[in-house]
């Protein structure tokens, strides 16, 4: 088991690597620039801005040296500046979000946990029952359908019919 694991983790790095390669290389692929305007009847930049903005960003280097330059920012989590909120980093508003990311995915992970592991106990205990087949049902549904329907679901259930939260 120690030896697959240590294999698995071996084969993290070149395909993390791969993943980056492939997204970077469809980023370049798809036509235009960053610098066209994006607005339909917008004014475009001079030629002498777009240098500019292109110097800045590094757009005007060769695609290898763009490469070693995003990978080397991203092992170093330098994100740049975010599109949205120009005077902060991608690093800021991931460190500022992460928490709260981290407590819902935490809360889902052990509702998740919980649930499973409880369905799975009424199933083995009641096999080829009706709740055997309720819980292979349930979990089912919970694998299938896409977490907004699942979130109405429970909003519906929770807040309305049971009145258990505020809608």
């Given at each position: ?75 170093h989590f330098d994100f740049g500046f975010s599109y949205q909120f120009k005077s902060r980093t991608v690093s800021e508003i991931i460190a500022n979000t992460f928490p709260v990311s981290l407590a819902l995915g935490s809360m889902a992970f052990v509702f998740a946990v919980v649930g ?52």
């Open positions: 088991m120690l030896r697959y694991l240590v294999e698995r983790l071996i084969w993290l790095v070149p395909t993390l690597l791969a993943m980056a390669l492939i997204t970077f290389i469809v980023m370049h692929a798809t036509p235009g620039s960053p610098l066209d305007p994006q607005a339909p009847n917008a004014n475009p930049l001079s030629p002498e801005l777009q240098k500019n903005l292109a110097e800045k960003y590094g757009l005007d280097k060769p695609l290898p040296v763009q490469f070693g330059t995003f990978l080397w920012n991203a092992l499973g592991v409880t369905l799975g106990v009424l199933a083995a205990m009641n096999q080829n029952s009706w709740i055997d087949y309720l819980c292979v049902f349930v979990a089912t549904l919970g694998v299938s359908l896409p977490n907004f329907v699942i979130g109405i679901l429970f909003l519906l259930l929770f807040s309305i019919t049971l009145q258990w939260f505020p809608a």
